[in-house]
């Protein structure tokens, strides 16, 4: 009994956090339009906003590749693409609560920390993953970057 009990409670539970859940796609202006799918994707969590932002690369708001063999210049690309769309979103880098980092070559990770550094909070700095790819979607893009954010309502 108690068994069904737990799970009638759950079920409820769950049932009421998803009617709870808005979802909105998004495609901010300061970023470059994709083909096929949204640059973010924000959840209304009640007192807070989690924003869930595709993988971004070095591409400027016009579409063209900022720093072709140049990762410096493409993970300062790539924060800045992060950094607008989380700000259109209603928040602030301090949001950013995980980043996801693909690299061809994590040789270059003391210049992604020196570049992620003037972005995240470094108190709090958010949870990470990193992972060194063969290749990402084209031969010119050297760094791929998710990121999550939990943005507090006002």
């Known amino acids: 009994m108690k068994k069904h ?3 009638f409670l759950l079920f409820i539970s ?3 956090f998803a ?3 808005n979802i909105t796609f998004i495609n901010p202006s300061s970023v470059s339009t994709p083909k096929g799918y949204s640059q973010a994707v924000t959840v209304d969590l ?3 906003t989690m924003l869930i932002l595709s993988g971004q690369v070095a591409l400027d708001k016009s579409g063209q590749l900022v720093g072709k063999d140049d990762i410096t ?4 690309q ?5 950094k607008n769309i989380v700000e259109a979103a209603g928040g602030s880098m301090s949001d950013v609560v995980k980043l996801n980092y693909y690299m061809t070559d ?4 003391q210049v992604l920390r020196g570049i992620r550094d003037k972005f995240v909070n470094t108190t709090h700095p958010p949870a990470s993953t990193l992972v060194q790819v063969s290749k990402l979607f084209r031969d010119d893009i050297l760094i791929e970057i998710e990121a999550t ?4 309502k006002k």
């Open 5 to 7: 009990l737990y799970l």
């Open 14 to 16: 769950s049932a009421g």
């Open 19 to 21: 009617q709870t859940n």
């Open 46 to 48: 009640g007192k807070s």
């Open 73 to 76: 210049a493409q993970i300062q």
């Open 78 to 82: 790539v924060f800045t693409n992060i």
């Open 106 to 109: 994590v040789s270059q990770v």
């Open 149 to 152: 954010a939990v943005i507090p």
